[in-house]
């Protein structure tokens, strides 16, 4: 009998106990949430709401999100980094504590991290009947110029772009949200 590493497995119905306890009313502490935001960290402050839908288009209420994202300035948070010591850059929030069956994170509106990519939220996707999580950009609509420029989004298909910019809904609120399958599926990379 050989020995191997242990398959993935679907993120089931157990998530909101063991990784988002506090958003769903367990006595524990989640190690990540949904507010980004830290005293210390200097930028302009945004929320990002958004639902998860199915290829049926129903809102599924049994999701996890992660976003990782640069800080105002465009540092990422890294070991031996000069950025943001107090501001994570790290946030997590599941689908079902409301009655929409959506997420909301406030954070701050990111920097460019470099002079080609536009600022932009990496999203991580976790649900029910996925063996492996799913990974994802949001773009901000109000980042058109830079947003023409940036190599990654620029080089997908003209008519799946809008996939993954972020609406803006109103001052400092954006809307995204992701389509599993179907007509509006996002667009998902192979990291």
Not at 44 to 67: L, Q, S, Y
Not at 69 to 74: H, I, L, N, R, V
Not at 143 to 165: F, K, V
Not at 179 to 184: A, L, S, T, Y
Request: include cysteine; aromatic fraction near 10%; hydrophobic fraction near 35%.
């Amino acid at each position: 009998m050989s020995r191997g590493q242990t398959p993935s497995q679907t993120i089931g119905p157990f998530f909101a106990y063991g990784l988002t306890p506090e958003q769903y009313g367990y006595p524990l502490r989640s190690i990540a949430g949904a507010d980004l935001r830290d005293p210390a960290t200097e930028g302009a402050e945004i929320t990002i709401t958004g639902r998860v839908f199915d290829g049926e288009g129903a809102a599924v209420p049994d999701a996890m999100i992660e976003i990782w994202q640069a800080d105002p300035q465009g540092r990422y948070r890294l070991p031996g980094s000069q950025g943001n010591r107090g501001f994570s850059g790290f946030g997590r929030c599941g689908t079902g504590s409301g009655p929409e069956s959506g997420f909301r994170f406030t954070t701050y509106k990111p920097g460019r991290v470099d002079d080609q990519q536009a600022p932009h939220i990496s999203v991580i996707v976790f649900m029910r009947g996925l063996l492996n999580h799913l990974y994802t950009r949001l773009y901000f609509a109000d980042e058109t110029e830079a947003n023409l420029r940036d190599p990654l989004l620029s080089s997908l298909d003209p008519g799946r772009r809008a996939t993954l910019i972020a609406e803006l809904s109103a001052p400092g609120e954006y809307r995204f949200d992701i389509h599993m399958q179907g007509d509006r599926e996002t667009v998902f990379f192979d990291v």
